[in-house]
T-cell receptor, first 116, second 109 residues
Framework: DAGITQSPRHKVTETGTPVTLRCHQTENHRYMYWYRQDPGHGLRLIHYSYGVKDTDKGEVSDGYSVSRSKTEDFLLTLESATSSQTSVYFC???????????????FGPGTRLTVL | EDQVTQSPEALRLQEGESSSLNCSYT??????LFWYRQDPGKGPEFLFT???AGEEKEKERLKATLTKKESFLHITAPKPEDSATYLC??????????FGPGTSLSVIP
């Protein structure tokens, strides 16, 4: 258990509305990630963060923004949700080198988002 | 282009029937290969990391092996509780991890 929670766990929204998903970690890890998981595509990276206010884009970042104002929280925002953003969203953390496992990512429970 | 593929897409086994899942990859420089287990409605659960060809890792009925082009997840005498989707991922650069589409395993009592 990497101490990761995601909220909400389920959300249904309408096209054009803004949506914010929250990832919270309790272990003070520097690296945090947002992925989406769709049938046939596997997990695809949306954005990641390597520190407070330090973020970068992943392979499917269009239509998404992120913010990290404190170490424990990483927010994913869909400014204007579209049906193509219906997916399951996972947050992940990567432990630092000092923990002896600097490469593996550990995942939260996911948020199922439906955009009607 | 960096790529990860997994086969088969789905596998159905009788309890006790051993088998293997395959993960093939093409990356410019492998910095680690990971196996995860994912149960329905849950996040992926980390199983193993492999770094170099010839390396093996074991956990209960699972054993992961690595060659220069592929990895195998061997499942010995599986039980129904081993039913899950198994994901393979490779780390291609400092912060780039590519996931395969997964193999859905069903173990029938």
């Amino acid at each position: 258990d990497a101490g990761i929670t995601q909220s909400p766990r389920h959300k249904v929204t309408e096209t054009g509305t803004p949506v914010t998903l929250r990832c919270h970690q309790t272990e003070n890890h520097r690296y945090m990630y947002w992925y989406r998981q769709d049938p046939g595509h596997g997990l695809r990276l949306i954005h990641y963060s390597y520190g407070v206010k330090d973020t970068d884009k992943g392979e499917v970042s269009d239509g998404y923004s992120v913010s990290r104002s404190k170490t424990e929280d990483f927010l994913l925002t869909l400014e204007s949700a579209t049906s193509s953003q219906t997916s399951v969203y996972f947050c992940a953390i990567r432990r630092g080198i000092t923990s002896g496992s600097s490469n593996e990512q550990f995942f939260g429970p996911g948020t199922r988002l439906t955009v009607l | 282009e960096d790529q990860v593929t997994q086969s088969p897409e789905a596998l159905r086994l009788q309890e006790g029937e051993s088998s293997s899942l395959n993960c093939s990859y093409t990356v410019s420089g492998l910095r680690g290969l990971f196996w995860y287990r994912q149960d329905p409605g849950k996040g992926p659960e980390f199983l193993f990391t492999l770094y170099s060809a010839g390396e093996e890792k074991e956990k209960e009925r699972l054993k992961a092996t690595l060659t220069k082009k592929e990895s195998f997840l061997h499942i010995t005498a599986p039980k129904p509780e081993d039913s899950a989707t198994y994901l393979c991922a490779v780390k291609a650069s400092y912060d780039k991890v590519i996931f395969g589409p997964g193999t859905s395993l069903s173990v029938i009592p």
